[in-house]
Nanobody, 127 residues
C-alpha cells in the first residue's frame, strides 16, 4: 500500500511560478513511477507529467512542455512539479499518482495505469 499526499497549491498570477509537492509513504514507494494529472471544472482529468522510479525518464504533456519540470527525491520519498510561466488555462486540481508502470511515455501518461492517488491540490492562475 502506498499513500500519496499533495501540497503546495495556491493562487498565482499569470506568468508566475508555483511548485507542488507529492509525499509518498509506504515501504516500496521508491519503486513506483509517479505522475501528475490535473482536472479543470467541467473537463476530464488529463496527464501533465510523469517520472520513472529511478528519475531517469520524464514525460510531459505538450501543453506544459518547456514550462513544467518534474523531479523526485527518493531519499525524501517526494516528487515535485515546478510550474513556471503559468497561464490561466493551467488552473485545475492537480493530482499525484503512483504506480508500478513500464517506463514508456504511452504507459506513464495513462491515468488507469496508476494504482494510488492523492486528494489533489488546487492551483489557480489569475489573468
Amino acid at each position: 500500500q502506498v499513500q500519496v499526499v499533495e501540497s503546495g497549491g495556491g493562487l498565482v498570477q499569470a506568468g508566475g511560478s508555483l511548485r507542488v509537492s507529492c509525499a509518498a509513504s509506504g515501504r516500496t514507494s521508491k519503486n513506483y513511477a509517479m505522475g501528475w494529472f490535473r482536472q479543470a471544472p467541467g473537463k476530464e482529468r488529463e496527464f501533465v507529467a510523469a517520472i520513472s522510479w529511478s528519475g531517469g525518464r520524464k514525460y510531459y504533456a505538450d501543453s506544459v512542455k518547456g514550462r513544467f519540470t518534474i523531479s523526485r527525491d527518493n531519499a525524501k520519498n517526494t516528487v515535485y512539479l515546478q510550474m513556471n510561466s503559468l497561464k490561466p488555462e493551467d488552473t485545475a486540481v492537480y493530482y499525484c499518482a503512483a504506480g508500478l508502470i513500464a517506463s514508456t511515455a504511452q504507459d506513464m501518461s495513462v491515468s488507469r495505469n496508476y494504482d494510488y492517488w492523492g486528494q489533489g491540490t488546487q492551483v489557480t492562475v489569475s489573468s
